[in-house]
Antibody
Framework: EVQLVESGGGLVQPGGSLRLSCAAS????????MSWVRQAPGKGLEWVSS????????YYADSVKGRFTISRDNSKNTLDLQVNGLKGDDTAIYYC??????????????WGQGTLVTVSS | EIVLTQSPGTLSLSPGERATLSCRAS???????LGWYQRKPGQTPRLLIY???RRATGVPDRFSGSGSGTDFTLTISRLGPEDFAVYYC?????????FGPGTKVDIK
C-alpha cells in the first residue's frame, strides 16, 4: 500500500523558512515523479512543484519560483520542499503526491494527508 | 498557462440522479493530460479519471469522462450517497500544472 507522510509544517513569521519532508513507502520510489500541491484555507487545489523520477527535472509554479526548492533522495525514499521567503499567501496545507509514471506529465494517483504551514507574525 | 473553469459551482441533486460536471480549458488540451479528482471532507484527493476518459484503479463504472479540445465532462450516471463531494478537473500536460476551482455536488 502506498503511504506518503508529510512533516515539517508549522507556524512561521513572514520571510521565514521551513523544510517540508515526505516519507514514501509501499512502492518503488525511484520509479515515479513526485509533486507538492497545496490548499489554502477555503480555496481549491494549487500545484506548487514537481520533480521527475531521477530528480534531474524540476518545475515550479510562478508564485513560488525562486523561493521554493524541490528535491528528492531516492536512497532514503524522501521528497523535500525547502520553502524560503514565506508570505501570508503561502499559508496552506501542503500535500505530497505520487505520480502515475516517471515523468511529471502524468496524473498524481496517491496523496499524503498534508502538513499545515501557517505564515503569520 | 492553461486556466480551467468548472461549472456549475454547485450541483444539488438527489441520490440516484445523474450528475454532469463541466470543465473548460482556456486553450486546447490534449485529452491525454486531463484528469478528474474527487475530494471529500477530511480525505485526500482521489484520482477518478485520467486521459480524459480512463477510469483509475478501483473507480466504479458509474463514473465516466469524456471530451476533447477545450471542453471536458465528468458524468456520474447514478449518484450514490458516497458520491457527494467536490470534484476538480486537472491539467497535467505542461507546466504549470493547473486545477479547476471545483464543483461541489451536494444533496438536494
Amino acid at each position: 500500500e502506498v503511504q506518503l507522510v508529510e512533516s515539517g509544517g508549522g507556524l512561521v513569521q513572514p520571510g521565514g523558512s521551513l523544510r517540508l519532508s515526505c516519507a514514501a513507502s509501499g512502492f518503488i520510489f525511484s520509479n515515479y515523479a513526485m509533486s507538492w500541491v497545496r490548499q489554502a484555507p477555503g480555496k481549491g487545489l494549487e500545484w506548487v512543484s514537481s520533480i521527475n523520477d531521477s530528480g534531474d527535472s524540476t518545475y515550479y509554479a510562478d508564485s513560488v519560483k525562486g523561493r521554493f526548492t524541490i528535491s528528492r533522495d531516492n536512497s532514503k525514499n524522501t521528497l523535500d520542499l525547502q520553502v524560503n521567503g514565506l508570505k501570508g499567501d503561502d499559508t496552506a496545507i501542503y500535500y505530497c503526491a505520487k505520480h502515475q509514471r516517471a515523468g511529471t506529465y502524468s496524473p498524481a494517483d496517491s496523496w499524503g494527508q498534508g502538513t499545515l504551514v501557517t505564515v503569520s507574525s | 498557462e492553461i486556466v480551467l473553469t468548472q461549472s456549475p459551482g454547485t450541483l444539488s441533486l438527489s441520490p440516484g440522479e445523474r450528475a454532469t460536471l463541466s470543465c473548460r480549458a482556456s486553450q486546447s488540451v490534449s485529452s491525454s493530460y486531463l484528469g478528474w479528482y474527487q475530494r471529500k471532507p477530511g480525505q485526500t484527493p482521489r484520482l477518478l479519471i485520467y486521459g480524459a476518459s480512463r477510469r483509475a484503479t478501483g473507480v466504479p463504472d458509474r463514473f465516466s469522462g469524456s471530451g476533447s479540445g477545450t471542453d471536458f465532462t465528468l458524468t456520474i450516471s447514478r449518484l450514490g450517497p458516497e458520491d457527494f463531494a467536490v470534484y476538480y478537473c486537472h491539467h497535467y500536460g505542461s507546466s504549470p500544472l493547473t486545477f479547476g476551482p471545483g464543483t461541489k455536488v451536494d444533496i438536494k
